[in-house]
């Protein structure tokens, strides 16, 4: 069964891990005995039952009612299989939400309703970068509504200014599509069947739009053959890693970078030879001419050749500030060189002059030391991303446009 | 339970087991001759063209089942594994919480430093628990094997890159994604041979496997892998129901983990 991939994302205390708990309860999804211990912990500190308890396991989290990292829970609705991803709405854990919402495909964002919540610069932030990681359908959960009576001019009013900034937001990051659905996470309204607190909502419930949105995005887009090098495995061949298109005996092929020109003779997957492989295959391969292959580099049919330079333009994301960047593409690392253009500014969604800032999203020239193969984002997603660290670790990621 | 695509997940547990060869100077595995590992070991031998490229690992504090040292000899023998057995003693007085942590980390740490291993293989598994859905598929412990939980490494993508600090190491976890019931899919597929100890008599089997000491079975008429198959599309008990260390505090899984527990 495929497993569609959620990330929930919004500000911290906005009720991501209430939410995704009470899904699981909702959906039976978890056993009691999971249920009973959150409950448990939930009366040793003296709170009531606390739902996000089923996700945060750690003591810290518990006791500071805070998600630390990600987590992930698997659930069933209407014969589709779904993982939610859990993930920490901090400023100061942003590497672990970039983690968590990496491997995503649909976003709900979480923006409480309650007085004095409401959107913030996170919940913005977090919008902009699933934005920017690609999620074009991006379901809106107006949450808390319980605490605001059910009221309907409590949702509007979260509608009306997101849908705004979502407008114009449009232009420098492409459009998506956003629904939003009014709900209480902690009282289970609208989240898999319709609330009669709110008889004023009449559109689906948050799990129907998830549904609809995780299981309509349709197939991925296939290009032509694009396989990574992973590396040489010890004289029996090439690892690499199809990521479209197909490999088969006897192909002609391209290694890039360095136009290496080879024919296919090998292929092995799982063990056993095969005549071709497929997009999210790891075969070994043998190639000849025999040459060593670079890690990163990327193998294509000789006449549909991927984008090969050291120059490129870039939405970069920045979790801190580098010092002497690296960054990794698809196993390739090379120095680079980034030059900031205009930021986009977290308060309209515009892109406006800046200066290289923490957490800040960037317009950017990036010029590396050694020439990589790699696609535009919107081309082709796996080889159109990478991550930018320097000798203190994680630093940001970027998409290539 | 949920039923995941074999394929994908045979890929990926590939893909980042390569990785961690290539990336790695020296790898070992810990196999504890449970369903996890030995399914590692069986994905292994496809990623490294029939033959497990790494040592594997056997804590043994003399106490696993005769079924689980006679399965240990057939496999290691069947499939020509590189096997370390590192004796751990068993004090009587010690148990559960205290026992994981003494004996079976005490003999891992020993193992670890006399080898230089400087990335180890666990079959571990998100749904098994939930402090194990918070891991990430490669992750650092540092020299006295503690797990720095609230300072993860970014893991984006397939960009597996952690490394692990000086006299430290990393826990390499290829089966995160697994549920239970894919690994039992899996077996079935791959025919790969299994502990007796899974297959019902008289009304009971053991579900998750540890040591005589802290293993209870579960009441199951499974008497093949298809009937395991089929018991666990409706269970709605834990895997680790019968694993005493895990319940004799809150945040124990937490705490053997932290402490370098497997």
Request: aromatic letters at 8%; proline letters at 3%; a positive charge.
């Amino acid at each position: 069964m495929r497993i569609h991939k959620i990330v929930m994302l919004g500000n911290k205390d906005h009720g991501k891990s209430t939410l995704i708990g009470n899904m699981l309860m909702l959906t039976k999804s978890i056993s009691q005995e999971r249920i009973d211990e959150a409950k448990r912990i939930s009366r040793a500190l003296g709170i009531p039952f606390e739902p996000g308890f089923l996700l945060d396991s750690f003591s810290d989290e518990r006791e500071k009612a805070m998600t630390i990292d990600t987590s992930r829970a698997q659930l069933v609705y209407k014969n589709s299989a779904f993982e939610l991803i859990d993930v920490p709405g901090h400023e100061e854990l942003i590497t672990n939400m970039l983690t968590g919402a990496s491997s995503a495909g649909t976003a709900v964002l979480m923006v409480s309703a309650k007085h004095g919540e409401g959107i913030s610069k996170q919940t913005k932030r977090h919008l902009l970068i699933a934005m920017m990681l690609g999620m074009r359908n991006i379901v809106v959960a107006v949450n808390k509504m319980d605490s605001e009576g059910y009221k309907i001019e409590s949702f509007g009013e979260v509608r009306n200014r997101l849908s705004a900034f979502i407008s114009s937001a449009h232009e420098s990051m492409g459009a998506v599509n956003a629904e939003f659905v009014p709900i209480s996470a902690y009282n289970g309204d609208n989240l898999i069947s319709k609330s009669e607190n709110m008889e004023w909502y009449g559109g689906p419930t948050l799990m129907e739009l998830i549904y609809r949105y995780a299981t309509g995005t349709g197939k991925r887009r296939d290009i032509g053959l694009r396989a990574v090098v992973q590396g040489e495995m010890q004289g029996n061949g090439l690892a690499c890693k199809v990521v479209s298109g197909r490999l088969f005996t006897g192909q002609r092929v391209a290694v890039n970078p360095g136009r290496l020109l080879c024919t296919v003779n090998r292929i092995i997957r799982a063990g056993r030879s095969v005549p071709q492989a497929g997009a999210g295959a790891s075969p070994v391969i043998n190639l000849s001419p025999y040459s060593i292959m670079q890690r990163g580099g990327v193998i294509s049919e000789a006449t549909d050749m991927p984008m090969v330079g050291r120059n490129f333009s870039a939405f970069i994301f920045l979790s801190r500030i580098p010092k002497n960047p690296s960054i990794k593409i698809n196993g390739a690392e090379a120095k680079c060189h980034i030059r900031i253009g205009r930021e986009l500014d977290i308060n309209t969604g515009r892109l406006k002059e800046g200066r290289a800032v923490s957490l800040g999203i960037y317009r950017a020239s990036i010029k590396t030391l050694d020439e990589l193969a790699f696609e535009k984002f919107n081309t082709l997603t796996e080889l159109g991303r990478f991550t930018i660290y320097d000798s203190a670790g994680f630093s940001g990621l970027g998409i290539i446009i | 339970m949920i039923e995941q695509n074999l394929s994908e997940l045979e890929e990926k547990s590939i893909y980042i087991m390569r990785e961690a060869k290539m990336k790695f100077k020296n790898i070992g595995a810990l196999w504890s001759m449970g369903k996890d590992s030995t399914t590692m070991l069986a994905i292994a031998r496809k990623a490294f063209m029939g033959k497990v490229p790494f040592p594997v690992i056997h804590i043994d504090n003399s106490i696993d089942f005769p079924e689980t040292y006679k399965f240990r000899d057939y496999l290691a023998k069947k499939w020509d594994l590189d096997l370390i057995v590192a004796k751990s003693e068993i004090k009587p007085e010690i148990s559960g919480f205290s026992c994981c942590g003494a004996n079976k980390t005490e003999a891992l740490k020993r193992v670890m430093a006399e080898y230089g291993f400087d990335a180890l293989i666990v079959s571990i598994r998100r749904d098994e628990h939930s402090i194990r859905a918070k891991e990430r598929y490669v992750s650092p412990r540092d020299k006295d094997f503690v797990w720095d939980y609230k300072n993860q490494p970014a893991e984006l993508w397939d960009d597996y890159s952690s490394k692990a600090k000086k006299g430290g190491h990393v826990r390499v976890h290829p089966l995160l994604d697994w549920n239970e019931i894919d690994i039992w899919r899996y077996i079935k597929k791959e025919h790969i041979p299994i502990n007796a100890l899974y297959i019902s008599r008289n009304g009971y089997r053991y579900r998750s496997l540890g040591c005589t000491h802290c293993t209870v079975p579960i009441k199951s008429d499974a008497g093949n892998v298809d009937e395991i198959i089929k018991e666990l599309k409706t269970t709605n008990v834990e895997e680790r129901s019968g694993r005493e260390q895990d319940k004799e505090k809150e945040y124990i899984m937490q705490r053997l983990r932290s402490l370098g527990y497997m």
